[in-house]
């Protein structure tokens, strides 16, 4: 019988499905701790750097997803070998065949993950059947690699890129673990050039690389996690509970909790990545300041809306083919862009409204002569943000009848009256939404700014807000980690 204080030392290193391993939690800052002095040791060797970050990456998949690492594993050994035959095959016919069977193939696998059941209930919906769901595992993560396969065959198809000839290099590419669970989606032709670079990380990179993990984990674990679970959950679990101005308040807040969840995230990712040498790319650029639902898109999500634009909605024909058939391809593409994000009718009915959002800005744009202006630019801001307001409460919607049973509250039963006393009754929530709102709006020169001061300060000035922020983050955070909310997807 082991002794007691090593059994729970060998329980940190396997999969624990109810205790997933983020970047928020205190075993992985001490895990990283360790693996980060490791990494100076090889860091200038670079078979050994691949090796070593890919093994880590590996682990770090397996603690999010238990046996299915191997499905990245298999995934990678697949498209590896098929860039491979796909660069050396003339015949047009055969290239197309190639890159046919690994697109098939990812979205196959990604299929029968996410969306068997779905589909089970859909046919029995419609069929009268009465067949029972199927116990299916999502693996973490699993939008996000499988989009990163197909981006690389697809760029290989086009000659864009050449495959790479080292197995170990295209298992890091597809498993670096900063981005490997929610993003950003790496492209092969921006990632692929930086892995045979040395890993040069200068002071400045240090210092922002410290400055983007402090500030990511402060929105995720102080802000987005401590509305979520105080007031955003609560409205939405039991819409019909609250009032009308309750529920538009929580609409707000999960606005401002998925921004500051998600960003947080995207920071912490991008910070953990410039420790190591490589710069992954901006993944969110203050999208409730946009003007348009078109700007909203090119802001929030970058890497998926970028995604979308490259290997959907241009190979549909963009807007080469009538403006007809772009407003078309515009919906299709949020509509499955909708899709991709999870196996129900609100995701799809949310992709839907914003491919209408996306339509309607483009003819609106093209068939009225709307004059720039501040005035214009304000009232564009208001009813964008509003407009994606109204999408999130499907989007975070328990079920279609859950969004209705909000919108009939906000609508019906508002009780304006109730205002103040639900912004005094919350007022911590509501002072961190706040602050929220301020770290998004936040131009980009006060965040230059602010790393240029944190850069300046001596090592010990670092450590100390580093520690204070962590201490912060122990006190503030709910005794429950909250998970990432795209880790779902």
């Known amino acids: 019988m082991l002794p007691i204080d090593l059994n729970k030392l060998i329980s940190y290193f396997v999969y624990r499905p109810n205790d997933p391993l983020t970047f928020v939690t205190p ?4 895990l990283f701790t360790v693996f980060f002095a490791g990494f100076l040791i090889v860091h200038k060797h670079h078979r050994s750097k691949i090796i070593y970050l890919t093994v880590f990456s590996l682990y770090f998949y397996y603690k999010s997803s ?17 860039a491979i035959i796909l660069h050396r095959t003339t015949e047009e016919w055969k290239r197309k065949a190639v890159l046919t069977f690994s697109v098939v193939a990812n979205l196959g696998l990604l299929g029968y993950f996410k969306y068997t059941n779905f589909f089970i209930g859909l046919f029995n919906t419609t069929a009268g059947a009465e067949i029972g769901p199927i116990d299916i595992f999502l693996p973490v993560g699993i939008s996000f690699f499988t989009f990163q396969s197909i981006s690389y065959i697809v760029d ?4 864009e890129i050449e495959p790479i000839t080292h197995f170990a290099e295209y298992c890091f590419f597809i498993s670096f673990f900063p981005q490997l669970v929610a993003g950003p989606i790496l492209r092969a032709k921006d990632f692929l050039p930086q892995i045979r ?13 410290l400055f983007l993990i402090m500030t990511g984990l402060f929105k995720k674990a102080v802000i987005s996690d401590y509305i979520s679970v105080n007031f955003v959950d609560r409205i939405f679990d039991n819409p019909a509970l609250y009032s009308g101005a309750e529920n ?17 995230y995207s920071d912490m990712a991008i910070g953990i990545a410039l420790l190591l040498g490589y710069r992954l790319p901006l993944n969110f650029d203050s999208p409730y300041v946009s003007s348009s639902v078109t700007e909203f898109w090119r802001r929030w999500h970058i890497s998926l809306s970028t995604w979308l634009r490259e290997y959907l909605y241009i190979p549909l024909g963009g807007n080469k083919k009538g403006k007809l058939r772009q407003y078309l391809n515009l919906f299709i593409t949020m509509l499955l862009g909708g899709f ?23 003819f609106v744009k093209e068939h009225f002569d709307l004059k720039a202006g501040p005035w214009m630019a304000v009232l564009g801001t208001v009813f964008t943000f509003n407009f994606v307001c109204f999408c999130w409460i499907f989007f ?21 009256e109730l205002v103040w006393e639900i912004l005094s009754g919350y007022a911590p929530i509501f002072l961190l939404m706040l602050c929220g709102f301020i ?20 090592l010990v000035v670092k450590s100390v807000l580093l520690s204070l922020m962590i201490f912060v983050v122990a006190q503030v955070r709910s005794s429950d980690i909250q998970p990432f909310i795209y880790f779902q997807f």
């Open 27 to 30: 075993f992985f800052m001490v």
């Open 66 to 82: 238990g046996i299915y690492f191997l499905l990245l594993l298999a995934s990678a050994v697949s498209d590896y070998t098929l």
């Open 156 to 159: 290989v198809y086009r000659k």
């Open 197 to 209: 670079k040395p890993s040069l990380v200068t002071a400045n990179d240090l210092s922002q690389a």
């Open 248 to 264: 538009l308040l929580g609409v707000y807040g999960y606005a401002i909790q998925i921004y500051c969840d998600f960003s947080g």
């Open 340 to 362: 991709w994000h999870g196996a129900s009718i609100n995701f799809i009915v949310w992709g839907a409204l914003h491919g209408i959002g996306l339509a309607a800005d483009k």
């Open 396 to 416: 975070r919607a328990d079920s279609f009848e859950s969004a209705g049973a909000m919108l009939y509250q906000i609508v019906f039963s508002f009780h304006p």
């Open 439 to 458: 770290l998004h709006l936040a131009p980009p020169k006060c965040t230059i700014t602010a790393v240029q001061y944190f850069h300046n300060c001596p």
